[in-house]
């Protein structure tokens, strides 16, 4: 049994022959067997057939006149099933005519070796084909292997056109939505323009005119009416340093972000009634604009999200500086949200996340249904040092 096997792992090939000839079984099976080549023999075509199917030989050396199954309709039956078609058949035939050679070639053979044999032709022919097959199964190999990864590659590059085609049809909304946001800002501004501060200013024309049509004022009168006045620019200063803060927090320039991120969370437990705890690991962080402005609108964005959406009652801030980055987290202690419910209201996430990438940042959202959210932004500082 081991010798066997032994001879197997040393053979050039396998080799199928069928005949109905015992001497010619014989004599071809002592050349092949002599060279190197494991063979197996088949006195008929059916037997052939069988023997094809249960293993496939590297060759086929294949009789043409054989009763019952001759060569030319065993040849037929393997060419025409795919599992055995790529097996390379060579005829053995004593026939001359080039009628019966072009049949066989029309079924499918590689090959023909005439009789009688010549033990040189047979090794060369046999050879050739063997190498030829090896050749071929090892290209079909190779082939199927890289298939697969081009198969793969394709499925990736699917997939990240899927999620570019996403990313590019949140990033179309998102602007839609900032669009949106401006237009709306734009009316509240002039509304605030023109209710508050044109009214005031209405005022103080009328009462203005109306001094100036005085000819004898008394002084009582006058101060009365200058005392008005005053309160009416007090009015106009107040609604114009409104709609400044709501453009841009005046503090965050002139006291920076420490300052500003106190005086909003007192603005907004006022409003809200909704707890805040603060923690900041300096008293004073110094920062580019670009980064300050982005870490504030990301803590007034977030903030307002949870007034709008959270149901909390209390929320925690912490704002770090580290050697080589900035950390944000924002937890509040509210209902939350599964991640379909954020993606299809979600501008304000995605206007937050796009923010922290310009600045090679990482936006984490973590949030369940009845457990709270948590937002964490983290910002490399080696870019802002720099």
């Known amino acids: 049994m081991n010798l066997h096997i032994d001879l197997e792992a040393k053979s050039l090939g396998e080799i199928l022959i069928v005949d109905d ?17 494991t063979v197996r023999l088949a006195q008929d075509g059916a037997m052939g057939l069988h023997s094809v199917l249960r293993r496939q030989p590297d060759l086929m050396l294949l009789d043409i006149k054989m009763p ?57 022919r046999v050879q050739t084909h063997i190498e030829l097959r090896h050749l071929r199964v090892d290209l079909e190999a190779k082939l199927k292997v890289r298939t697969s990864k081009l198969e793969t590659e394709i499925l990736e590059r699917q997939e990240i056109e899927d999620e570019l085609r996403l990313s590019q049809k949140k990033l179309q909304n998102l602007s839609a939505h900032l669009e949106d946001i401006r237009e709306k800002e734009r009316a509240r501004i002039a509304r605030e323009l023109h209710d508050e501060m044109g009214q005031a200013f209405t005022v103080m ?11 004898n004022i008394e002084e009582k009168f006058l101060k009365e009416r200058l005392g008005a006045l005053l309160g ?43 707890k805040c705890l603060l923690t900041m690991s300096h008293d004073e962080f110094v920062l580019d604009d670009k980064l ?10 977030s903030l307002t999200n949870v007034a709008k959406h959270a149901r909390a009652q209390q929320v925690e801030i912490q704002i770090f500086r580290m050697e080589h980055k900035f950390l944000l987290i924002i937890q509040d202690d509210g209902i939350g949200f599964t991640a379909d419910a954020c993606s299809k209201n979600g501008f304000g996430m995605i206007g937050m996340h796009e923010r922290v990438r310009s600045l090679g940042g990482e936006f984490v959202v973590e949030s369940n249904p009845e457990c709270g959210t948590r937002i964490e932004v983290d910002i490399p500082l080696q870019e802002q040092l720099e």
């Open 205 to 215: 024309k009328m009462d203005i005119a109306r001094l100036y049509e005085c000819n």
């Open 21 to 37: 000839t015992i001497e010619s079984l014989q004599l071809l099976k002592h050349i092949l067997s002599d060279a190197g080549y």
């Open 292 to 301: 300050a402005i982005a870490l504030f609108r990301i803590l007034q964005e």
């Open 232 to 274: 009416v620019l007090d009015q106009v200063a107040d609604t114009a340093r409104a709609i400044s803060e709501n453009l841009r927090p005046g503090m965050l320039d002139v006291l920076g972000l420490n300052a500003a991120v106190q005086s909003h969370i007192e603005k907004y437990t006022l409003c809200t009634g909704i």
């Open 68 to 124: 019952d199954i001759d060569g030319y309709e065993v040849c037929r039956r393997i060419k025409a099933n795919p599992v055995t078609s790529g097996i390379p058949i060579i005829f053995l035939s004593s026939l001359q005519e080039k009628s019966s050679l072009l049949k066989g070639f029309e079924l499918g053979a590689s090959d023909y070796i005439n009789k009688p044999y010549l033990a040189e032709e047979v090794l060369a």
